[in-house]
């Protein structure tokens, strides 16, 4: 299943961004309308105590989109697993993809920042244990077993009929080998262990799951120059917004270390603002991920790159989807 096209929504405002009672009722909107339009995904992630309310709990948006739409495909990317209770967040998968009908896909990551697990009551150096044990009791659970885990008795109802599609994701090369060692789909932050994860897996005697696409965020306007004007600033606060998670992690090589002026981040590429043309030349080698309410941006502002991009982009991607079919 290709995902060429998607809508990411991490639901974060600047202070001088529109209010969290607007910016939710524009997602799910736009949501429904890149399931008119045919969109292939919608991406949806998490994170906790953040001063710019970035959404905390990305299966109750998954859910309200599922119950909304009819065909997009629903991405939670990805879900902190450490942080909760397994049992939880199967039971939480199980009732989303229901809602979905079976649209649902979730990817399972340790987490890094510290804040986050101190404020869970749980230890960053358990992550690795945590991630191990509860990928079997998800898998196990979601497969409709009756188990023991421990001293308490694991069953969960109602389940779907077919397993969700699982991932593991993360960046280090043991992100690979847990991935092919529980038989999941993989989602790398960096193309350079994706080798790695197929030998993994073929070393286990199993063929790979899916390798689930790394988006490059993108804004479509047909004047580059004005829209960064338009948008820096929102661009901007969320480079600082991920710094500043990742200056509190036990792994601080975010690449949003140093973007500290507009400038800065434009030349880093972490958000792509083209043109429909440069869209579609784009998209024959990535997938792209329209970013349309970044850190509070307007809806209204939102809305004229995602038509935009919608009129002029999608039709000629979903033509370059077809022809690689």
Known sequence: ??????????????????????????????I??????????????????????????????????????????????ALVLPLHDPVEIAEAIAVTDLICGGRLHTVLAA???????????????????????GLEIILR???????????????????????????????V???????AK???????????????YVEECRKLGHAPGPIFGRSVGTHCTE???KAWRDIGEYVLFMAKAYAAISADASESNSPMHGLDTIEKVRASGMIQVLTPDQCVELAKTRHLALMPLISGLSPDVGWKSLELFTAKALPRIKALETALA
């Open 182 to 196: 529980f038989n999941m789909g993989f989602n790398p932050l960096s193309p350079a262990i994706d080798d790695l």
């Open 111 to 133: 987490g890094y920042a510290h804040h986050e697990f101190a404020m869970f009551r749980k230890s960053l150096k358990d992550r690795g244990r945590a991630m191990d044990e």
């Open 1 to 30: 299943m290709l995902f060429r096209t998607a809508l990411m929504f991490d639901l974060r405002s600047a202070p001088f961004g529109v209010p969290h009672e607007e910016l939710y009722p524009a997602a799910l909107e736009m």
């Open 32 to 77: 429904e309308y890149a399931d008119r339009e045919g969109y292939d995904n919608i991406i949806l992630a998490e994170h906790h105590g953040s001063p710019d309310g970035y959404c905390p709990v990305p299966t109750l948006i998954a859910a309200a989109a599922g119950a909304r739409t009819k065909d997009i495909m629903i991405t939670l990317c």
């Open 141 to 171: 659970a979601l497969a409709g077993e009756r188990f023991m885990d421990g001293d308490r008795e694991v069953f969960i109802r109602p389940v779907p009929r077919r397993m969700p599609q699982l991932y593991v994701g993360g960046g």
């Open 173 to 179: 090369p043991a992100t690979a080998r847990r991935a």
């Open 223 to 225: 004047d580059p120059d």
